[in-house]
């Protein structure tokens, strides 16, 4: 299974971009789906998930800004970012997570100015 990230880029700080994370099999719906980040030289770090039933949690510091969706249709997750601030500067990756597998993308990189 492979998972296709892209959206990053460069923006200015308050800004907005919208992720996406599109699975190669129809995994979406039945796992745990989510979306982690790391800036340079510093441990990958959750930013947000968002369960089979629904459910969604989110990082402290990106509650309220970001949001975590996905389209089972299309097999797509998506990490929708608004307000962005220069911390949210990292490359993000999508993982797909159940018992019995584990997979990430490749990551896409957001760039975000002061």
């Known amino acids: 299974v492979q998972l296709q990230a892209s959206g990053g880029g460069l923006v200015q700080a308050g800004g907005s971009l919208r992720l996406s994370c599109a699975a190669s099999k129809r995994i979406v719906s039945g796992s745990y789906m989510a979306w982690y980040r790391q800036a340079p030289e510093n441990e990958r770090e959750l930013v947000a998930r968002i369960v089979p039933n629904g459910i969604t949690n989110y990082k402290d510091s990106v509650k309220g800004r970001f949001t975590i969706s996905r389209d089972n249709a299309k097999n797509t997750v998506y990490l929708q970012m608004n307000s962005l601030k220069p911390e949210d500067t990292a490359v993000y990756y999508c993982?797909?997570?159940?018992?019995?597998?584990?997979?990430w993308g490749q990551g896409t990189l957001v760039t975000v100015s002061s």
């Open positions: 993982n797909a997570r159940r018992v019995d597998y584990n997979y």
